[in-house]
């Protein structure tokens, strides 16, 4: 099968819209200061009305973020991309939701 440019375009987009769908994959490009705070603000709007996430939680999602900002003030952090991805990918393996088997409470 011969390649035209057109057919090779679709086909990078295809590979680059699976990479950005896995959660557990650090991105590539910077985010400004006014994109990272419109997100956290959706982010707040959201959890705000999410019955299923606690109080507890919460204060484990404020703890993690406020842990990785002061590292981020305090050192590089790209140096340990690939350190982070393994930490995030260990974490979804272990936290990842599943269906209750019988007899689990819901």
């Known amino acids: 099968m011969r390649l035209n440019q057109t057919t090779l ?15 557990t994959k650090l991105g590539t490009t910077g985010t400004t200061s006014s994109q ?8 707040a ?3 705000s009305t999410d019955k299923e996430v606690d109080k507890v939680e ?11 900002t002061k590292r981020a003030q305090e ?3 790209k140096k340990y991309k ?5 930490l995030i990918k260990r974490l979804d393996k272990i936290i990842k939701p ?9």
């Open 36 to 43: 990272f705070k419109t997100a956290g603000l959706e982010t």
């Open 75 to 77: 050192t590089d952090l």
């Open 45 to 47: 709007k959201a959890v």
């Open 98 to 106: 599943t269906t209750p088997q019988q007899g689990e409470p819901q």
């Open 9 to 23: 375009k679709e086909m990078i987009r295809e590979a680059l819209s699976e990479v950005e769908k896995d959660p």
């Open 58 to 68: 919460l204060t484990y999602i404020k703890q993690i973020q406020d842990f990785l």
């Open 82 to 86: 690939m350190q982070i991805q393994t």
